[in-house]
């Protein structure tokens, strides 16, 4: 599928959403690879960001969730924990 915004969507379907595996490319240059459920990212993914930075993990509704790496542009390596898209800061 191709969007009017130009991304592009390449994978499995269920009831018009994407669900199952695939690859969706944004029109800034990020990728998104992996699991889809209902049309958001759900299980397993790799996002590449369009900055170079790469976050490899867990998803759950659409939001980086659990234990997995975070690998920056500037060569930084954060291996943890993440909440709602955020890396969760323990006190």
Known sequence: ?????????????????????GKFIYTD???????WKNGEKEGVGKMS????????????QD??????????SNGRIYEGEWRNNQVKISK
């Open 1 to 21: 599928m191709i969007d009017v915004d130009g991304s592009l969507y390449k994978g499995d379907w269920n009831d018009g959403d994407f669900h199952g595996q």
């Open 29 to 35: 240059g990020t990728i998104y690879e992996g699991g």
């Open 49 to 60: 960001f369009a900055d170079g930075d790469i976050y490899e993990g867990d998803w759950i």
């Open 63 to 72: 939001k980086m969730e659990g234990k997995r790496k975070m690998t920056c």
